[in-house]
């Protein structure tokens, strides 16, 4: 992780609205449900469905994606060790504020590092956070693979790619394990659900 440069003469500004009240408000508890996993093990996949069904059912919810955020708010950060751990801190960050805001916040980010999950959950508070392992091996991965980056990678034309040449940590108690070479989409939609509604 950066160092963080935090100057001493700004000072937190406390709302005069508390979590409670926003959450009474929304109908609803703020979460992150924090999805993990290799590329193309079906994070985001699984996240855009349960997206969909969760504001189908009225629900306040909002899905960050680490692609998408890595087109704005991460532009600037690479794939090295320091900048991975630096992505995931700042989506934690939002997530954080999100979930405060009453919010049930998807995100889905590879987040290879055990420590900057265990970042996240304690960031966001242990009460409030879902850590879903989506799990498939490389070989699936590879075969739903639409952009042809395992492939790259496997040529050497990718570097610090997770799963082949980046490392990466599995969860070893993670909330929810949703292994996509058994189960379905819907299906994993329904397990994550049964445990946030």
């Known amino acids: 992780m950066g160092k963080?440069?935090?100057?001493?003469?700004?000072?937190?500004?406390?709302?005069?609205v508390t979590y409670e009240e926003r959450c009474k408000n929304l109908g609803q508890q703020g979460i992150v449900v924090w999805f993990t996993g290799i590329s193309g093990?079906?994070?985001?996949?699984?996240?855009?469905?349960l997206e969909k069904e969760l504001i189908r059912l009225g629900k306040v919810v909002y899905r960050l994606d680490g692609d998408n955020i890595r087109h704005g708010l991460c532009s600037d950060l690479g794939?090295?060790?320091?900048?991975?751990?630096?992505?995931?801190?700042?989506?934690?960050?939002?997530?954080?504020l999100f979930k405060d805001a009453g919010l049930i916040v998807l995100v889905s980010c590879i987040s290879p590092s055990s420590k900057m999950r265990e970042f996240a959950k304690k960031r966001v508070g242990a009460d409030s956070f879902l850590e879903v392992y989506v799990k498939a091996d490389i070989d699936t991965c590879a075969?739903?693979?639409?952009?042809?980056?395992y492939e790259?990678?496997?040529?050497?034309?990718i570097e610090n790619f997770t799963g082949i040449s980046s490392p990466y940590e599995e969860p070893t108690k993670p909330d929810i394990l949703i292994v996509t070479t058994h189960i379905s989409i819907e299906e994993s939609v329904k397990k994550v659900m049964m445990a946030i509604i």
């Open 79 to 96: 794939f090295s060790e320091e900048d991975r751990n630096e992505n995931v801190r700042r989506m934690t960050e939002i997530a954080a």
């Open 41 to 49: 093990s079906g994070k985001s996949t699984i996240a855009a469905e």
């Open 4 to 16: 963080i440069n935090i100057n001493h003469n700004i000072i937190w500004d406390e709302t005069k």
């Open 143 to 149: 075969k739903r693979d639409p952009k042809g980056l």
């Open 152 to 157: 790259k990678a496997l040529r050497g034309e």
